[in-house]
């Protein structure tokens, strides 16, 4: 039984930084795909960055170089650490994990997710 808890969201001045939390449980790191997405109010959800089983990151290019993704399989734990923040950024944030080496960076090839953590930047 896979669950995923994210924590960390706030409010931040721009140009601040905030790192999200996603602790899980019934996750193999080695075998699973981990990812974060965001969704902005009266916006779809969009995808942000994802961390393959072996470590691989990829970022959307509104967070590349801004954002760093990250796991710690010792505190079974995702990381989403977020510098420059900007307005364009305050969203929901959501965790998500997908059973596969192959990390893609759609909502339907997710089939598990967090209940989301608020990050507001003004």
């Known amino acids: 039984h896979v669950q995923l808890v994210e924590s960390g969201g706030g409010s931040v001045e721009v140009g601040g930084s905030l790192t999200l939390s996603c602790k899980t449980s019934?996750?193999?790191?080695?075998?699973?795909?981990m990812a974060w997405f965001r969704q902005s109010e009266g916006a779809q959800r969009e995808w942000v960055s994802g961390?393959?089983?072996?470590?691989?990151?990829t970022y959307a290019d509104s967070v590349k170089d801004r954002f760093t993704i990250s796991k710690d399989a010792s505190k079974n734990t995702v990381y989403l650490k977020m510098d420059d923040l900007k307005p364009d950024d305050t969203a929901i944030y959501y965790c998500?994990?997908?059973?596969?080496?192959?990390?893609?960076?759609?909502?339907?090839?997710?089939?598990?997710w967090g209940q989301g953590t608020q990050v507001t930047v003004s």
């Open positions: 998500a994990a997908r059973y596969s080496e192959y990390c893609y960076r759609r909502i339907i090839d997710f089939g598990e």
């Open positions: 019934g996750v193999w790191y080695s075998s699973y795909c």
């Open positions: 961390i393959d089983p072996s470590s691989r990151t």
